[in-house]
């Protein structure tokens, strides 16, 4: 619990004051009517809404149309005993120069008795907002909290408002989102700057979404942008209208497709998500840009492939777009004709992957090594050596791989590195044993960067005053 101040208090005391529109009632009984449930038994099937039997095939835990009231709700047992749901319904109010989400949970549990259910829908906590930063949350003494969750007594009667703080656990606080009734915002934002905004429309067709956030990041600074777009019929849309910029920029500049597209986002509400997934393909098909929904390649793959085709192979979703890049990469490395379907969607993409893969991995090889024997070629008069010590170049992937497993390190990442001469790999061995590895070394701009024994341990003094002289006498002089 916090102190509630005195600013907050008033508003409290104001919001008290006002009742609950009729209209409120009707957004209540509406919800209500969707809380329904569809019995089934056999064949015969029971729709505690209008109380009418009905014949169907659907299954159970599935969805299905009622004939008769023309609702569609979920299909239960005929034998089902405890089924309950509960929503948030919201309510935006005004008192003086502050907003306030009115928040009302709608409890509704099924009566097997009756076959019907028994509802109530009570008040527990109040957001009092404005435009720029003001969030300010009040709950009922009618709300107790458990892991992290509000749970509302409905039987037991509110006494008093206490004001809450934000926390990790109880992050809902801040962003309470529900579903918001429309039947009142037209009257409640005439006269301020809002009332051309036409909110009472995006509310009725759209999921519950966060009220204060839209108002505070979206309608105080680009109200036109959002009027705009709930004129277009792109609610989704409208919930981010501050990525949209000014109003002043042409449909293609807005939003990245020519306006041919409009009556195809339009008939699907498009998310900005998918409208994302659109500018790549440039192919309006919602199925497509719902599957492709939180790719990260899109833009690089949109100037490779056809996404309808690729999707349609089965080559494309979330779940697949890594791996058919980097076949994609794998090919265009290997100098494939890019344009030849076969190439672009195989009918296997885990083997194509692989084997394409391999023979990537091959031609590297074949490559680092070439290039390790011709800068082993330029660094062999590096060779240095007393009676007890040797240093010399790599001369191949081969050396690399072979010092990498003796030193319990990871020298042969550095194959690449070395073959691209970015560094260059030295081994310093025993005279009298100048096949096993005793110091790895790496040197840059005649310099060494590094020097390690087994398991990247540091040199012993001896070996140090030997590399020294080595970089003395031959690095630097090169």
């Given amino acids: ?20 529109p009729t209209s409120f009632e009707k957004f209540i009984n509406k919800h209500k009517a969707i809380e329904n449930i569809i019995l089934k038994k056999g064949q015969t099937c029971y729709c505690t809404h209008c109380s009418h039997e009905f014949t169907s095939n659907a299954k159970i835990n599935k969805e299905t149309r009622c004939p008769y009231c023309k609702y569609k709700y979920l299909v239960r047992r005929f034998t ?7 929503k948030d319904l919201i309510l935006l109010d005004k008192v003086e120069d502050k907003f306030i989400l009115r928040v009302f949970e ?15 829908c009570t008040e527990y ?47 809902s606080y801040g962003d309470t989102i529900g579903y918001i009734c429309p039947y009142n915002i037209k009257q409640l934002l005439k006269g301020t700057k809002y009332q051309y905004t036409q909110l009472w429309k995006l509310v009725s067709r759209i999921e519950p979404f966060n009220l204060v956030e839209l108002f505070q990041k979206c309608l105080n600074d680009y109200s036109n942008t959002f009027e705009l777009l709930v004129k277009a019929k792109l ?88 791996e058919y890049k980097d076949y994609l990469t794998f090919a265009i490395q290997l100098g494939y004709d890019m344009k ?29 090594s070439r290039l390790l024997k011709e800068r082993y070629e330029q660094l062999k008069h590096n060779i240095y050596k007393t009676k007890k010590f040797i240093i010399y170049p790599a001369s191949s992937s081969d050396e690399l791989i072979n010092e990498s497993f003796q030193q319990c390190n990871c020298t042969k990442s550095y194959i690449e590195k070395a073959a691209l001469s970015e560094c260059d790999l030295y081994f310093m061995r025993l005279v009298s044993n100048p096949t096993k590895s005793l110091v790895t070394v790496e040197v840059r701009n005649n310099q060494v960067v590094q020097a390690k024994i087994k398991h990247n341990q540091e040199p ?7 590399l020294n002289s080595w970089s003395k006498n031959i690095l630097i002089k090169n």
């Fill in 80 to 86: 089902l005993k405890n089924y309950e749901t509960k």
């Fill in 125 to 171: 906590r109040r957001v009092f907002f404005d435009d720029n930063s003001y969030n300010q949350v009040v709950e009922g003494d009618n709300v107790f909290h458990t892991m992290g969750l509000s749970v509302v007594w409905h039987f037991k009667k509110r006494s008093c408002w206490k004001k809450k703080e934000w926390s990790w656990y109880y992050r």
């Fill in 1 to 20: 619990m916090a102190y509630m101040n005195k600013q907050l208090q008033h508003y409290v005391e104001l919001s008290d004051t006002h009742s609950v």
């Fill in 106 to 120: 709608l409890y509704s549990k099924y009566n097997p008795q009756f076959k019907d259910f028994d509802y109530s």
């Fill in 340 to 368: 030849d379907k076969t190439i672009l969607y195989p009918s296997n993409l885990r083997q194509a992957h692989d084997k394409l893969e391999n023979l990537v991995e091959i031609c590297r090889n074949e490559a680092n």
């Fill in 460 to 466: 012993t003094k001896e070996q140090w005053r030997f």
């Fill in 235 to 322: 609610y989704h849309l409208a919930l981010v209208s501050n990525r949209f910029g000014s109003t002043k920029k042409s449909f293609e500049e807005r939003f990245g497709v020519p306006k041919s597209f409009l009556p195809f986002m339009q008939k699907h509400n498009i998310t900005y998500d998918e409208l994302d997934v659109l500018r790549c393909c440039k192919t309006p098909n919602i199925r497509l840009l719902r599957a492709l929904k939180g790719c990260h390649n899109l833009l690089w793959l949109s100037y490779r492939i056809d996404f309808l085709m690729a999707w349609r192979c089965g080559l494309l979703s979330q779940r697949t777009e890594h």
